[in-house]
């Protein structure tokens, strides 16, 4: 019998972190591109990036700021390339999708619903910030509703509907799983769905196999054989429920947008260290990592050939 294929997303840098807690977090465009691209060599067949103030960390959109790191990528690797329309929870919509319009990735991440993203906890854990934005960001993420609002959604998807996106389904609680069939049902998005299972943010479902197994489950009862589905555990769950997923006949997701860490109380040096763990469980535990060009036939995607970076 052939092996599973397992198709493993690298989340480069994401909005949540900042550079006072980890120096390794890349976030000047020099950096995010030299580690996605490494990511990709150590196995990452789907490089999901967002991008940052060139000089002070701080989450942007803007496409100028993508340009680059997009052109140094796609000479450098194969891999596909998923730009986030989430930005950070403080954005609105119209701004998020910007990128991706502009540059008509072959992916996209798309969350299904709004809630309190809240990570203001970590700031207790510095004394000091390298930036002055830092703090007041973490901080006030006690206050944040991040918001994907049906209308929100609709919005992403009609304007990004031209562009021929495979969406990153964001789900990050049971009730966005109910939102997309939904949306499903009124015609929004058309199977099969790319599943991916948030787990373990504070103001979403919690980091716990029993919660990984409940969402699976779910999505079964919902939509049947028409979707596929990968797992990001936050954290120190990270590695754990990647694993899990491996077993369940799921794909997962790393990255330092997701954790900082390659093990308790040790910081990452790289997103390709993330990426060559996982790599090693899943060889170890009898599958397959999936090329680029498997992940493109997995998820059904347009092709490489056909963005516009």
Same mark, same amino acid.
């Given at each position: 019998? *052939?092996?599973?294929?397992?198709?493993?997303? @690298?989340?480069?840098?994401?909005?949540?972190?900042?550079?006072?807690?980890?120096?390794?977090?890349?976030?000047?465009?020099?950096?995010?591109?030299?580690?996605?691209?490494? *990511?990709?060599?150590?196995?990452?067949?789907?490089?999901?990036?967002?991008?940052?103030?060139?000089?002070? %960390?701080?989450? $942007?959109?803007?496409?100028? *700021?993508?340009?680059?790191?997009?052109?140094?990528?796609?000479?450098?690797?194969?891999?596909?390339?998923?730009?986030?329309? %989430?930005?950070?929870?403080?954005?609105?919509?119209?701004?998020?999708?910007?990128?991706?319009?502009?540059?008509?990735?072959?992916? @996209?991440?798309?969350?299904?619903?709004?809630?309190?993203? *809240?990570?203001?906890?970590?700031?207790?854990?510095?004394?000091?910030?390298?930036?002055?934005?830092?703090?007041?960001?973490?901080? +006030?993420?006690?206050?944040?509703?991040?918001?994907?609002?049906?209308? =929100?959604?609709?919005?992403?998807?009609?304007?990004?509907?031209?562009?021929?996106?495979?969406?990153?389904?964001?789900?990050?609680?049971? %009730?966005?799983?109910?939102?997309?069939?939904?949306?499903?049902?009124?015609?929004?998005?058309?199977?099969? $769905?790319?599943?991916?299972?948030?787990?373990?943010?504070?103001?979403?479902? %919690?980091?716990?196999? =029993?919660?990984?197994?409940?969402?699976?489950?779910?999505?079964?009862?919902?939509?049947?054989?028409?979707?596929?589905?990968?797992?990001?555990?936050?954290?120190?769950?990270?590695?754990?429920?990647?694993?899990?997923?491996?077993?369940?006949?799921?794909?997962?997701? $790393?990255?330092?947008?997701?954790?900082?860490?390659?093990?308790?109380?040790?910081?990452?040096?790289?997103?390709?260290?993330? $990426?060559?763990?996982?790599?090693?469980?899943?060889? =170890?535990? +009898?599958?397959?990592?999936?090329?680029? =060009?498997?992940?493109?036939?997995?998820?059904?995607?347009?092709?490489?050939?056909?963005?516009?970076?």
């Amino acid at each position: 019998m *052939a092996k599973q294929k397992t198709i493993i997303t @690298c989340a480069v840098t994401g909005g949540i972190h900042t550079p006072t807690m980890s120096d390794h977090l890349p976030y000047t465009h020099d950096d995010i591109a030299r580690q996605a691209i490494e *990511a990709a060599e150590a196995g990452a067949a789907i490089l999901h990036l967002h991008t940052r103030d060139n000089k002070t %960390g701080q989450p $942007v959109v803007e496409p100028e *700021a993508y340009a680059g790191i997009l052109a140094r990528v796609k000479q450098s690797t194969d891999a596909v390339v998923n730009i986030t329309t %989430g930005g950070s929870p403080r954005m609105l919509i119209e701004d998020r999708i910007k990128a991706a319009e502009t540059f008509s990735p072959e992916m @996209c991440s798309l969350n299904m619903g709004s809630m309190n993203f *809240a990570f203001h906890p970590l700031a207790d854990r510095y004394d000091s910030f390298k930036f002055d934005w830092e703090e007041e960001y973490i901080r +006030g993420s006690e206050a944040n509703i991040f918001r994907n609002t049906f209308a =929100d959604i609709r919005l992403a998807a009609d304007r990004l509907r031209p562009h021929n996106v495979k969406f990153e389904h964001e789900c990050y609680d049971v %009730g966005h799983l109910y939102n997309l069939k939904f949306l499903m049902d009124q015609g929004m998005f058309k199977a099969p $769905v790319f599943l991916q299972f948030v787990m373990g943010i504070l103001g979403g479902i %919690g980091a716990d196999i =029993d919660n990984l197994v409940f969402m699976k489950r779910t999505a079964d009862r919902l939509f049947g054989d028409q979707y596929r589905w990968s797992v990001l555990g936050a954290g120190a769950a990270q590695m754990g429920l990647a694993t899990a997923a491996t077993q369940m006949g799921g794909h997962v997701r $790393v990255g330092l947008e997701d954790s900082l860490f390659i093990r308790r109380g040790e910081l990452a040096t790289s997103n390709a260290q993330q $990426v060559e763990k996982i790599r090693r469980v899943i060889e =170890d535990l +009898g599958a397959e990592v999936a090329t680029p =060009d498997e992940a493109r036939e997995i998820l059904d995607l347009k092709g490489g050939d056909r963005v516009q970076f």
